[in-house]
């Protein structure tokens, strides 16, 4: 069975960091892309960060540029997210989700995590 499970979301001060891991279960990160979604109330989902199943190669959204970086621990079978310089507009449920590329849309990933809620605020 399939399974993605987010951990790490919750509150913290404008400037603050926080690490979103992803734990997946029932396929490995060998032969998928773990990419992180965000939805803030109001507002589609929009893809943030990915990482890919070959070479790790990654992608970050201009938005978080030099401010997140995306990670994975293959013998885990985990994919991390390290958020520093948070903003309150980072504000957002955050998805994990799989995809056998690094697509661009939401409708290309088979998989979704439940989410996991960060708020930014003083």
């Known amino acids: 069975q399939v399974q993605l499970v987010e951990s790490g979301g919750g509150l913290v001060q404008p400037g603050g960091s926080l690490r979103l891991s992803c734990a997946a279960s029932g396929f490995t990160l060998d032969y998928y892309a773990i990419a992180w979604f965000r939805q803030a109330p109001g507002k589609e989902r929009e893809k943030v960060s990915c990482i890919s199943s070959t070479d790790g190669s990654t992608y970050y959204a201009d938005s978080v540029n030099g401010r997140f970086t995306i990670s994975r621990d293959i013998a885990k079978n985990t994919v991390y997210l390290q958020m520093n310089s948070l903003k309150p507009e980072d504000t957002a449920v955050y998805y994990c989700?799989?995809?056998?590329?690094?697509?661009?849309?939401?409708?290309?990933?088979?998989?979704w995590g439940q989410g996991t809620q960060v708020t930014v605020s003083s």
């Open positions: 989700a799989a995809d056998p590329w690094c697509g661009s849309y939401v409708s290309e990933y088979d998989y």
